[in-house]
């Protein structure tokens, strides 16, 4: 049979029609997103593919879809994808799209925040910093030649992920994407400029095309057709700009970030549920925890400046990707729940009722059925309301659900599922740290730096290091000045003073080093003064400055400086008098980056690879190269690389960076309480926060598909001066698992997939403590609850124990005691 061009045409046109046939209708009204006409709540997460490894990607996602999620959110990072102009990078952990149809694979919706501003903490908000160094361009503001390259980029995502038919509208996972980020929160910074770029952006994403909604965070006056949403640690009060818009919260902090001496952020699994539950039992259609899996800044991708290597951020899944319990358990459990009343959320009519003293009731009614949630955000008062005849106890600053309004199935302050506490095991491979043998090198040619002051380019002005590109976080600052003992300011009593930009500074004087000295997170000067010996006739000064992740957040966040901003000054003093030399316009040389970082030692492909020194390893001394090899740990748990006995420096592992390590700096101690931490009341950043006094950051994430079956090699670069030998590899796994619930709940415990090896703790009544300390409290069950519990659990994997009186007998409590069933565990 035979085909006319006619034929081929019509085929080719059914075919299309067919195809298109596939995708998805996303909508929304002011009540949901609405995809193929069918309300949808959404329950999302937060899972940036580069703060994680390709290899990891699956099995975080099927944890996420295990945890209740049906969508991921990421951000779309520019300065990963097109680190120089028109270059662009989509490979290995950068692949955006493997990511996007892994997401797809597991059957869950995405969200894609393409920005491409992103703020996320990541360095320079994931702008490129070539962008800063364009003649004439002027960020996020009406400017041409900063629109041009937005466009350029966003339109470059989109058509790789039409390619991909990866739009819900082609069949694909995403139903939702972001344009520009958080700019509400800035906007009156940059004036009527800024109102103008904000519509640009909007016609801009609308001209894409890409048939599902486009949505502005923290943006209150989004131009339709954008959906503004919300972002913040409580979202339930959130009121779109539009009726037609639905109520979206873009961010739901679940803790918060760390920063180079700041302590390790905690928010409770009551709280973040509370937030959850408080946002959907007031109309609620679609939120995203921030983050579900944090992760760790690889490389020289952490923003700031001094934000840490780890990006744990307290969420459900933990930085090496396991569940942190009992955050991940608890809000499993109260996923599943809203999820089981979809259609009545979505559909229902909505009565609400204020019962005084913050108790509020919510009745959602459909085909007549009806789902009640009582939220008491009180802070210190549990409260009683009664509905139908029936009283329900609601503890202060919780919320209870009640899928059929008659049997209360949730309660955000009761806590079902079971605590882990972490510990760090040695590697069982090789008796470490004794087994490492270090090899080292000093980082070579500083002579032409330190003494010579031969850079790579030349001007009379101190520069902002931005104009290097960000291809290194070191920058050479080296001039000279000549002096002689009739010169003004020749005295006994002379100084140099620097004016930082926050960042680290390495000071150098004729060959020289002098000190050091950097600041903490927020702020953005200091002034460096310290004594100096000069000599007669020419005197070399020469300042290294290290950044720490360049600005991401703020107005005109891209402009603030980076490196020595200046004046530098040769201060002497006579008595009453100071007289000041300006060196700041004097002839500077720069130099960006360092031998070993320019050819890549800590690579077996580099041409210097074989060049080190196995005799007289020093300790304790700055910019020095180490290296060793090790053998992979055994099992698979997640691997940290333990850094004590380190300065501050950078480290890679087969080649891999791991990110920018700094176990000297010591968490400021004075923001931890010593208080039990309560879940009750508003959050904030430093609320429950410990580990004060510590080092802000001794372990490093090592993913195990960096490390090889046989051997393995470790370099590190140490900028300040440490002891290598105290550095060994360890496994983390789940240490002790304690169990809790509620009277008539089930008790669930498991070991991670190891087996149970002891039971040292239960009781069925009023118990006090926390994991790890728990005692007996006023009331506890007739029988012996140990007994019962080690028959069930030891030498199993999981177990699961009826926490009732038909258990464990009669525990005669007061009126107004929770019984609980609680179990510490050993794994």
């Not at 580990?691 to 393995?712: A, E, K, L, M, V």
Request: hydrophobic share 35%.
């Amino acid at each position: 049979m035979s085909f006319s061009k006619n034929h081929v045409f019509f085929l080719s046109s059914l075919l299309i029609l067919i195809c298109s046939g596939l995708g998805a209708q996303v909508s929304h009204d002011g009540r949901a997103i609405t995809i193929d006409g069918q309300r949808k709540l959404i329950i999302s997460g937060s899972i940036h593919y580069p703060r994680s490894t390709a290899e990891m990607w699956p099995d975080l996602i099927k944890k996420a879809k295990e945890g209740g999620l049906n969508a991921i959110e990421t951000y779309v990072f520019w300065n990963l994808h097109e680190p120089q102009r028109r270059q662009y990078d989509f490979s290995g952990n950068n692949d955006l799209i493997r990511f996007l149809k892994t997401i797809q694979d597991q059957g869950l919706h995405s969200i894609l925040r393409i920005g491409p501003y992103v703020c996320a903490e990541w360095n320079y908000g994931g702008f490129p910093v070539w962008l800063h160094n364009m003649p004439g361009l002027e960020m996020r503001t009406a400017n041409d030649v900063f629109m041009n390259e937005m466009q350029n980029f966003t339109s470059l995502i989109v058509d790789m992920i039409k390619k991909e038919s990866l739009f819900a509208s082609q069949g694909g996972p995403i139903i939702l994407a972001q344009i520009e980020n958080e700019y509400g929160n800035v906007i009156s910074s940059y004036g009527d400029a800024g109102k103008a770029y904000l519509n640009w952006c909007a016609n801009m994403a609308e001209s894409l095309d890409i048939g599902v909604p486009w949505i502005m965070c923290q943006e209150s006056d989004a131009p339709e057709p954008m959906l503004n949403t919300c972002n913040g640690y409580y979202c339930d009060q959130f009121t779109p700009n539009n009726p037609n818009t639905p109520k979206i919260w873009t961010e739901n902090w679940t803790g918060w970030f760390k920063n180079w001496g700041g302590p390790d952020p905690l928010r409770t699994a009551e709280d973040v549920a509370f937030a959850v539950a408080r946002f959907y039992q007031n109309g609620g259609a679609l939120q995203n925890y921030y983050m579900y899996h944090g992760g760790t800044n690889f490389g020289r991708t952490a923003g700031g400046p001094y934000i840490s290597t780890t990006y744990d951020y307290d969420a459900p899944l933990n930085e090496y990707g396991t569940p942190n319990q009992p955050k991940y358990g608890h809000l499993t459990q109260l996923h599943n729940i809203l999820m089981s009343m979809e259609r009545t959320l979505t559909y229902g009519n909505v009565t609400s009722t204020d019962y005084g003293n913050s108790l509020y009731g919510t009745v959602y009614t459909l085909d007549n059925t009806s789902s009640c949630f009582f939220g008491n955000t009180n802070e210190t008062s549990d409260a009683t309301v009664n509905y139908r005849g029936i009283d329900y106890n609601v503890p202060a600053w919780s919320v209870s659900i009640l899928p059929d309004c008659k049997t209360e199935i949730y309660n955000t302050a009761r806590v079902n599922t079971q605590t882990n506490l972490m510990v760090k095991k040695s590697n069982e491979a090789e008796a470490e740290p004794a087994s490492l043998k270090w090899s080292w090198r000093p980082e070579i040619n500083l002579e032409q730096t330190l003494v010579q002051g031969k850079g790579q380019v030349s001007v009379n002005m101190i520069v902002d290091q931005k104009v290097a590109n960000d291809v290194s976080d070191y920058l050479w600052y080296m001039t000279s000045v000549n002096l002689d003992k009739d010169d003004p300011i020749w005295t006994d009593d002379m100084s140099i003073r620097v004016n930082g930009t926050g960042h680290i500074l390495h000071t150098y004087v004729n060959g020289d080093y002098l000190d050091s000295q950097w600041a903490t997170y927020g702020v953005t000067n200091y002034v460096f003064e310290k004594k100096v010996e000069l000599n007669p006739g020419t005197n070399q000064i020469t300042l290294l400055s290290a950044t720490i992740g360049f600005q991401n957040y703020g107005p005109m966040f891209d402009i603030v400086q980076a490196g020595i901003s200046g004046p530098v000054e040769i201060i002497g003093r006579k008595g009453d008098e100071t007289i000041i030399k300006d060196l700041s316009l004097h002839k500077w040389s720069y130099k960006a980056g360092l031998h070993g970082l320019d050819n890549k030692i800590y690579s077996s492909d580099s041409k210097f690879a074989s060049q080190w020194n196995t005799e007289n390893l020093p300790i304790n001394r700055m910019l020095t190269w180490y290296k060793t090899t090790f053998k992979a740990p055994l099992g698979e748990d997640p691997v940290a690389l333990d850094m004590q006995g380190l300065g501050k420096g950078m480290a890679w592992v087969n080649g891999n960076s791991i990110g920018r390590y700094w176990p000297s700096y010591m968490a400021e101690d004075d923001v931890c309480s010593t208080d039990a931490c309560d879940y009750r009341g508003s959050y904030y950043s430093t609320k429950c926060a410990t580990n004060c006094g510590q080092p802000t950051q001794r372990w490093y994430h090592i993913p195990r598909s960096f490390i090889n079956d046989g051997d393995n090699e470790l370099v590190l670069f140490e900028e300040f001066g440490g002891n290598p030998t105290l550095v060994n590899f360890q496994t983390v796994t789940v240490g002790t698992a304690c169990g809790s619930a509620y009277e008539n709940k089930d008790m669930e415990l498991s070991c991670q997939g190891r087996p149970i090896s002891g039971i040292k703790f239960a009781s069925f009544g009023d118990v006090q403590g926390t994991c790890g300390s728990y005692v007996k409290g006023s009331c506890t069950s007739q029988t012996d609850a140990l007994s019962i519990v080690q028959n069930a659990c030891v030498g199993k994997e999981s177990c699961t124990v009826s926490a009732s009186e038909s258990t464990f007998g009669t525990a005669d409590c007061a009126d107004g005691i929770a019984k609980r069933l609680i179990v510490e565990a050993v794994c």
